[in-house]
């Protein structure tokens, strides 16, 4: 027998409760549809009960949370079909009222969780986007239902607090949504229903409002995006894979500001501009001081988006510069930046009249070590003799005081080159012969010590301190060999 699939059960409520909803949709107005609308509303909120506790994700807080949101919500329709066909009476303020808030605050806290439990609380530019689209749809909310609302509800306080409470509540989810939606964490299934979940109810409570407030006839088409707004959160609970949706993963989600994530605050930006336009365009009552608040906030928003992002950027610079400059591996300056500093040094020495050293350092039978040890072996043997050296550099530079300088950097594979400006010979020798007792691991190494004449070129002054070490090499290993004096320079004597 082949098994069943293991979304089976997943998919078999997303058909059933799909078509239960869009049938909810086309009965008439009556209490068949309230108590098919009623099924429906409390089997997803069961749906999701079971799914929180069959998969017993990570982040169970914040899905218990939204759960109890959504039954809450349940619960108010409940509670309005009951006033409506039992008590015939439409009370309002009444406690569904009471019930609906209470529902927003309990699935924003579920989301605050969520966000929490995917990196997002210590994210900053993910915030300030989060704010940039919260403050644009703060204006649309305030111009097409707050202002109305309270206007309609004028003599009442109780019902000017609700006609803000609405809007405000839908001005949390939203806030919320976006911050989710701006975290790094993975993309599953269970996530995409859960942001399609807030972003159904969202629609389907503004809409409502909007109907509400201006008499509009929705023919029952209004309820379909609440049913499949509860259909969408039980889908989300459902689905095996809401045990991830706290997995952060590099990459997803994260703050990078791409093309996407630019046009979409750019949309949120010209939110207030585009509302004075369209006022001015349909001759409606102009909302002066709310478009001009907005825009403020907008402004510095953006601002503090742009200086973050600059920030972020003298970061990456700064990271990608010290990069060029250093070995990956060991830290120490690199073969790049060791030329350029032989060249700084050279002009120093002729300049103050001091001595210049150049020493490569070249580690014995590494290739038996790898070969005997492995390559990770071999590296940590590398950075802990850099380590090793420089640390005795140091201590024999604050010795003797200043007036001299000493480089130490990775010349490539297991070469280092040690760059000694102000030490006569004998200095020059003795200290890189004590840097032998510091090689870790029982190993030594072998080095090649030129002078500068001041005037051979850098090439020519590496190639006498090569020669130096392979005649280390040549001589036993485990020793320092100082370079002979450059060849004088034969000058042609012309005869007459």
């Known amino acids: 027998m082949t098994p069943r699939r293991p979304d089976t059960l997943f998919r078999v409520h997303l058909i059933v409760a799909t078509l239960l909803s869009v049938l909810c949709v086309l009965l008439p107005a009556g209490i068949g549809h309230d108590a098919l609308y009623t099924v429906v509303s409390f089997g997803c909120v069961a749906v999701m009960a079971a799914g929180v506790r069959r998969h017993a994700p990570r982040a169970a807080g914040g899905w218990w949370l939204v759960t109890a949101g959504i039954g809450v919500w349940a619960c108010a329709d409940l509670l309005w079909a009951a006033y409506t066909w039992v008590l015939h009476v439409s009370p309002f303020p009444s406690p569904a009222d009471v019930l609906y808030l209470t529902s927003y605050v309990l699935i924003a806290a579920g989301f605050w969780r969520f966000v929490r439990a995917r990196g997002g609380g210590r994210d900053r530019e993910g915030l300030i986007d989060s704010a940039i689209f919260t403050v644009g749809f703060v204006l649309v909310s305030w111009v097409l239902l707050m202002r109305p609302g309270l206007a ?137 001081w709310a478009v001009a608040l907005s825009s403020v906030v907008l402004f510095l928003l953006v601002v503090l988006r742009m200086s973050g992002l600059l920030r972020h950027l003298e970061g990456q610079t700064a990271r990608l510069a010290a990069l060029a400059r250093t070995d990956a591996l060991t830290g120490l300056p690199n073969r790049r930046t060791s030329d350029a500093e032989l060249e700084r040094l050279q002009t120093r020495a002729r300049g103050e009249g001091s001595t210049l050293h150049v020493a490569i350092l070249d580690l014995d039978r590494f290739k038996s070590f790898n070969d005997t040890f492995g390559h990770q072996a071999g590296d940590s043997l590398l950075v802990a003799a850099a380590a090793g050296w420089r640390t005795g550099l140091e201590t024999a530079h604050a010795a003797v005081g200043p007036g001299r300088a000493a480089m130490l950097g990775r010349w490539g594979g297991e070469e280092f080159v040690l760059l000694l400006l102000g030490h006569d010979p004998d200095a020059a020798l003795a200290l890189v012969d004590g840097l032998r007792g510091l090689t870790p691991a029982g190993q030594t190494f072998s080095a090649g010590v030129a002078r500068w004449d001041g005037l051979e070129s850098p090439a020519e002054l590496f190639a ?33």
């Not at 939203?174 to 989710?180: E, M």
């Not at 201006?214 to 969408?232: K, R």
């Not at 301190?465 to 004096?485: C, H, I, N, S």
């Open 152 to 288: 309609a509800a004028e003599g009442s306080r109780v019902a000017q607090v609700l006609a803000a409470a609405y809007p405000l509540g839908d001005v949390l989810l939203l806030a919320l949504l976006v911050r989710l939606l701006t975290t790094g964490g993975a993309r599953t299934v269970a996530f995409r229903w859960l942001v399609g979940a807030n972003a159904l109810l969202l629609v389907a409570d503004c809409a409502y409002q909007y109907t509400t407030m201006t008499g509009a006839d929705a023919h029952g088409l209004i309820t379909l995006p609440w049913l499949l707004g509860y259909v969408a959160f039980s889908a989300a609970a459902l689905h095996p894979s809401m045990r991830r949706l706290t997995d952060v993963v590099d990459g997803e989600g994260d703050t990078r500001f791409t093309r996407g994530r630019l046009t979409a605050l750019t949309l949120a930006s010209l939110v207030s501009p585009g509302m004075l336009m369209l006022q001015l365009a349909l001759g409606l009552e102009l909302e002066a």
């Open 464 to 496: 006498r301190a090569d020669t130096a070490l392979y005649a280390a090499k040549e001589g036993g290993r485990d020793r320092v060999v100082a370079a002979a004096p450059p060849s004088p320079v034969e000058v042609p004597v012309s005869r007459g």
